[in-house]
């Protein structure tokens, strides 16, 4: 059971709507950790326990904010540290329109937030501690979604039927996004 500081804590966020004011106020009330966390299915807990309310944890995602010290949600007094697991968000569902160059890819997150993959909102692949690359999307302000294992064999079923002097990847958004080497041939 959270002690009254904690419950506190937790109403000031639900409070809060929109996008934080800036992650980097220096004047901002560090509090401790309270236990959230986001898993690396995407799943938010608080204490250990699984948060249901999907209209909660998109409230909390839309101040969820990324600096040097790590992940926090912030209001407009305080930020509250965050656990993650990998990236914050899961890219869930993708959808593609048009075609070649023309072509627009948009992913879904898990918190319902729809990102179009352009010059904003790379694709990319980092290497995970197995050295595999994790495909993944940038969402917003330096927070990332990784893709879904069935959104990224989607994407890269495109990106190698499409692949043509540019190499396996995709264009989205006016930008092309190319894949790994090693990826496509696996």
């Known amino acids: 059971?959270?002690?009254?500081?904690?419950r506190d804590i937790l109403v000031a966020l639900g409070k809060v709507?929109?996008?934080?004011?800036?992650?980097?106020l220096p004047k901002?009330?560090?509090c401790p950790d309270i236990g959230l966390k986001i898993a690396r299915d995407g799943t938010w807990s608080y204490q250990g326990s699984p948060i249901g309310r999907k209209p909660l944890v998109k409230l909390f995602a839309s101040v969820l904010c990324k600096d040097d010290g790590g992940y926090f949600l912030v209001t407009p007094v305080e930020k509250v540290p965050i656990t993650v697991e990998g990236t914050?968000?899961?890219a869930v569902e993708m959808r593609r329109e048009g075609e070649g160059r023309a072509q627009r890819i948009?992913?879904?997150?898990?918190?319902d937030d729809l990102?179009?993959?352009?010059?904003?909102h790379p694709l990319g692949f980092e290497r995970d501690e197995r050295g595999s690359f994790v495909p993944y999307i940038l969402v917003r302000d330096g927070l990332t979604a990784r893709l879904a294992r069935p959104v990224y064999y989607?994407?890269?079923?495109?990106?190698?039927?499409?692949?043509?002097?540019?190499?396996?990847?995709?264009?989205?958004?006016g930008s092309f996004f190319r894949f790994p080497a090693e990826v496509?041939?696996?």
Not at 1 to 6: R, T
């Open 1 to 6: 059971m959270p002690d009254q500081n904690e």
């Open 17 to 24: 709507r929109g996008k934080p004011p800036s992650r980097t």
């Open 28 to 30: 901002l009330n560090v």
């Open 88 to 90: 914050p968000f899961v």
């Open 106 to 111: 948009s992913f879904r997150t898990n918190v």
């Open 115 to 120: 990102v179009l993959a352009d010059r904003d």
């Open 154 to 173: 989607e994407l890269a079923a495109l990106a190698l039927a499409s692949g043509g002097k540019e190499g396996p990847g995709v264009w989205s958004g």
């Open 184 to 186: 496509g041939d696996r």
